[in-house]
DNA sequence: ACCTGAACACCGTTCAAGT
DNA sequence: ACCTGAACACCGTTCAAGT
């Protein structure tokens, strides 16, 4: 493993400005905010910020590893206070809400399980998958779910229920229905 | 009703050439191609290309309203051919598809289904529908749909199994198969 | 009536100069 | 080692001048 020497002191300050900013910047304007304008906001020079973030997706992923990293710990309470059944469906609402309510999340959580994503991607990937699997697990253990569906695709198909519920009204009103329809055709 | 007067004989040649140029632009890079590049690629300063199409879903959709159209008519053929479940699959199948493989096409179908979409986007949106209405209608007299859903609902939903098929590989190579699992739960 | 293209504002990205 | 900000290339949009 190569070590991580610590960052000089107005290095690691500038960084977290700019997760900082960045995080408000893509929760106001979405996935395509001005990188120069997160810049300016976080009184960095441009150069400063490719530095740390060499693509938006970077910054993207870092302004948001937090909320996906929740997501993750939400699935583990989740399974603790419900039935497998409810629990996954209550875990994949919840994501909905989040991919559509959070300006740039849907746009992570899309190449977080997207077949030929970046290393650093997978990083946001692992966690959604791996809290995925889990309540999957338990679910189709119950009887609620069939033998053949991958983790990663139920997540692909709850993306798309997501996305069906955008279209309908922007805000997520559709998304237990959607949801619902979606989870009776992956009965075993 | 305005009458339209007919265009000048040169206004008529630049509409059609940039017509030409944006469906290949927009095929080839995707709904954000240029727009400055498509005026240059037509021959026209830029300002004709505004003058003509206003915004860049003007132009989209005009470029692609043969398409959408055609894709009505198929909804018919498809009727006509097969019984109707399978006719209703058959289309919802083509539509992923488009939807993935032509690009720029994505962006014009979601918003022809989307709630609050502008009176010239409902063009494509009202031929869509219509097809779509036909195809359910006769699908639910044979009782492989229950009733309580809506044409638009049910293109939002194959909006959604086309996004996570996108997901997957980028082709659409897992498209029937999602297709299937979703109408698996829209059964009666 | 229609077209042209310069002009403006904006954005992403790089890199030489600075500390 | 890290930061700055000017510089470059690019894009969308408008509008005065031209036919």
């Given amino acids: 493993m190569t070590q991580v020497r610590p960052m000089r002191a107005d290095a690691r300050r500038n960084y977290e400005r700019l997760l900082k900013v960045a995080a408000e910047a893509f929760a106001e304007h979405g996935e395509n905010a001005s990188l120069d304008d ?3 906001r976080a009184g960095v020079g441009s150069g400063t910020l490719y530095r740390h973030f060499p693509t938006r997706q970077a910054l993207l992923q870092a302004a948001y590893v937090g909320r996906v990293e929740a997501f993750g710990a939400r699935a583990d309470e989740l399974a603790r206070e419900l039935p497998p059944g409810e629990a996954l469906m209550a875990w994949l609402y919840e994501l909905c809400v989040g991919t559509i309510q959070v300006r740039g999340m849907k746009a992570l959580l899309g190449s977080a399980v997207t077949d030929g994503s970046t290393a650093a991607l997978t990083a946001c990937g692992t966690t959604v998958r791996g809290a995925a699997g889990r309540l999957i697990e338990a679910a189709r253990a119950e009887g609620f779910l069939r033998a053949d569906l991958e983790p990663i695709e139920l997540l692909r198909l709850a993306h798309g ?16 229905r959607y949801l619902a329809l979606l989870m009776e055709g992956l009965r075993p």
């Fill in 161 to 176: 229920v997501a996305t069906a519920s955008e279209l309908a009204d922007g805000q997520g009103t559709q998304i237990r």
């Fill in 38 to 40: 997160i810049a300016k």
